[in-house]
């Protein structure tokens, strides 16, 4: 009997319970495949740029060739006027009658032939300043034998400037035919002269006997003395290349010796002519400068 109630009450709970209405039956929507899971890419190789790279790479080559300057109108035109400007400044210099030589100044010859110089300026009036080749004009004049050397110069618009420098005597050598030739300090002949001027002595040497060399070492120790000590000097005799004697005016002979430490033997010749005691001797030995010696 307690089972009849109870399909009583199912009956009841079933008679209560909504009902859904069938969804009509339409096409069903398509089953989309799963994706499959992206492959690990490889990591690229050190030194080697990725794909990204190179096509990074190469779009900024040709950023930069885009970016080159390229010849526009402007540029041609400027670059034609330069030019123009360029031939004009060339044919000024070269060719224009504005920049040529009108006049050679020249200055420092004292006992050089006039003449002679005037030779080898001739014909440069008139010649293009720029033209005008400076080398071989102080090589011409250099040839010249008092002439030790030249300067050439431009003075614009149209003055050629030619400083003449020339060698200076520094001994009177006695002529066999009389009077005395002046040579330099290298033993050059400059000019013959009736006597030495003043403050250039007289070498006093005889070649025929002494030799070639005392001739060479008289000149060499003249040339290396000082102006001050020069000026205290009257002539320079030798008897051979270590034999070389200093004839001081109104003073005493100075054995000089050779050629040798000539600045030091001078010092110690001026500090000995300042004595008056030494002064009056008969001779001075500075030979041997370390150690002077005075004969009364």
């Known amino acids: 009997m307690t089972g009849a ?34 492959a690990p890419r490889p990591a690229p190789s050190r030194g080697r740029p990725a794909g990204g790279a190179r096509a990074r790479v190469a779009d900024l080559a040709g950023a930069r060739r885009a970016r080159r300057w390229r010849p526009g109108r402007r540029s041609l035109l400027v670059l034609a006027g330069l030019l ?17 030589v009108e006049q050679v100044r020249t200055t420092g010859v004292a006992r050089t032939d006039p003449a002679a110089v005037q030779r080898v300026l001739r014909g440069l009036e008139g010649t293009p300043l720029a033209r005008v ?16 050397s030249v ?19 520094v001994a009177a050598v006695p002529s066999t035919t009389g009077g005395v030739d002046l040579v330099d300090g290298e033993g050059n ?5 009736a006597a030495a001027p003043a403050g250039v002595p007289t070498l006093d040497v005889d070649v025929a006997r002494a030799g070639d060399g005392a001739l060479r070492a008289a000149i060499a120790v003249n040339a290396s003395i000082s102006d001050a000590l020069r000026r ?5 005799s030798a008897t051979g290349p270590d034999g070389v004697v200093l004839h001081v005016a109104d003073g005493p002979a100075v054995v000089w010796g050779d050629a040798g430490r000539p600045e030091r033997k001078a010092e110690v010749l001026l500090r000995m002519l300042a004595d008056p005691t030494v002064d009056s001797a008969q001779r001075v030995d500075v030979s041997a400068p370390d150690a002077p010696a005075v004969t009364p």
């Not at 080749?133 to 030790?148: E, F, I, M, N, Y």
């Not at 205290?232 to 320079?236: M, P, T, Y």
Request: aromatic share 4%.
């Open 133 to 148: 080749d400076v080398r071989s004009l102080s090589r011409s004049l250099t040839a010249l034998p008092l002439v030790q």
């Open 232 to 236: 205290e000097v009257a002539s320079i």
């Open 84 to 100: 123009v400007v360029l031939v004009a400044a060339g044919w000024v210099l070269l060719s224009s009658p504005w920049l040529r």
């Open 5 to 38: 109630p109870q399909r009583r009450r199912a009956a009841r709970a079933a008679d209560t319970t909504p009902v859904r209405p069938a969804r009509p039956a339409g096409p069903s929507r398509p089953v989309r495949p799963a994706r499959p899971a992206p």
């Open 189 to 193: 002949v400059l000019v013959h002269a």
């Open 151 to 169: 300067d050439v110069s431009r003075s614009w618009p149209s003055t050629l400037v030619v400083r003449v420098h020339e060698r200076q005597a």
